[in-house]
């Protein structure tokens, strides 16, 4: 297991937010926690980067634990989140967002990281085009796909992605799970956010799905996307 | 009102009111930074200033003495001064920022919080430094330097290094070579620290911080680090203009740090809270006016004037006058 959360509980103020939540990231998989708004998906991808402090429960990354290390070491060791929403840094330009993600490496005049920057432009061709536009002046959905690529640039094992679909057209949607496809097949791990749950079952090997703070169903992506109860709560009836 | 001292006097008045506004600049950067990482007014960012003057005025009576000197060796006193002053500053401010606000951010403390223990930390640097003649003595200093620090609730003056020149005519006014060294050297200074900013990954890290902490934080900047090298900054900046001040004004006291506070955060905000440029902008232009109106109504008016333009801008542009933040200034 790359990834490993065991009975993770987490609280704001006096509040649980997610209570008791078990799962594990194989390496080189596709994992996805779905569920409604509120559910605590968010919450569980905060607390994994590191943003929210967990009160019960232990985190571990490559068999280290990571429950208590702040933020920006767990970056170090290789995982790498994009925030929900327009979580790109408006005041500056593509290049510059793009460069804020690789902000922990040490070789940004080399080869290697022209070959990355060269393959986030290959999976966004839109970015390439836009390089030097301020991040707050493009659409929600090439914000998004800036995210992503951002979070690329830290070259790291494990990405976690929040809701990379949200807010996006139709046409969109298709594109930027195809991508994740891709960025899973060239070798990175994927934690998938969703609450497009069609998209996310069909390209997901494990799946999770939380309801108020809990983990109530667990299986491969296909079961649940097959499975008549899931389909009638999340899939509106069919895929 | 006055109109043939002003007019009879511009050109001094002028360059006079650059050189202050270019000390106003130099101090506004510190409040200005520390607002756009943390949305906190460092209000004990005026001792910070405070301490700086003292550095170069000890370092001058130190090396000097009562002597005359060469101007080879008078300019290496200036520099020592210079980087006595950055030091000391750099200093007070970090364990500001250590003492005074990290514990309670980390807490997660409300801002007001945070602004009520800036104030109580400035009164207590500030008393500090009233009573360093009775801390002198408890630490039992040797007559020499004692001697320097004694008086403490008096102005104190810098001996003059250097002949002030005169250097070339603007109209009827000599410009000296005071006014070119603290005009020229505040704003030397304002464009290192805005390339800095701008360019350096550090200071890339900066702004992310001032945008968005968490997610700048997911990146993988360490947002303690952030926050100090911006109080580190800012105390850098305030040391350069404690001994521009010293060279400029020549005498400090205790409390000197409070109207130059006051003043230099009425810049930052004229200028737009958050921005570099605003900083500077608002510093050169509340200088001028300062010295415009106190020659149109009369000297006791000066700070009237000042705070009356801020009010008026303020009405017009609530975000100051080039009102963008820290965090969306763009590269």
Known sequence: MLLEVEGLCVNYGHIEAIRDITFGVEEGSITTLIGAN???????????????KVREGRILFEGKDITHLPPYERVLLGLSQSPEGRGCFPGMTVRENLDMGAYVRKDARSKAYAQDLERVFHLFPRLEERVSQTAGTMSGGEQQMLAIGRALMAKPRLILLDEPSMGLAPKFIQQIFSIIGEINEQGTTVLLVEQNAAQALKRADTAHILETGEIVRSGTGAELAGDDSVRA??????V | MNFDFLFNNFAELTVTGLAFGAIYALIALGYTMVYGVLQLINF???EVFMYGTFA?????MLLVGDTDVSTLRGIGVLLCSLVAAMAMSATIALLLERFAYRPLLKRNAP????LISAI?????????????DRVAAWFGLDDNLSEYV???RINRSMPSVLENKQLFPIGDYQVTSVDVLVIVS??????????FVRRSKMGRGIRATAQDPETAALMGVNATRAVQMTFLLGGLMAGAAAFLYMLKIETTKFDVGFLLGVKAFTAAVLGGIGNLRGALVGGLILGVAENWGSALFGSEWRDVVAFVLLVVILLFRPTGILGESLGKARA
């Open chain 1, 38 to 52: 509120g559910a605590g998906k968010t919450t569980t991808l905060k607390t994994i980067s590191g943003l929210r």
């Open chain 1, 233 to 238: 709560a999340y899939l509106g009836g069919d």
């Open chain 2, 44 to 46: 004990a960012h005026s």
């Open chain 2, 56 to 60: 170069a005025l000890w370092t001058t």
């Open chain 2, 111 to 114: 801002r007001l919080i945070a």
């Open chain 2, 120 to 132: 109580g930390a400035s009164f207590v640097l500030a008393e500090l430094m009233g009573l360093r």
């Open chain 2, 150 to 152: 004694s008086g403490a």
């Open chain 2, 186 to 195: 505040a704003i030397a200074m304002m464009v290192a620290l805005d390339q």
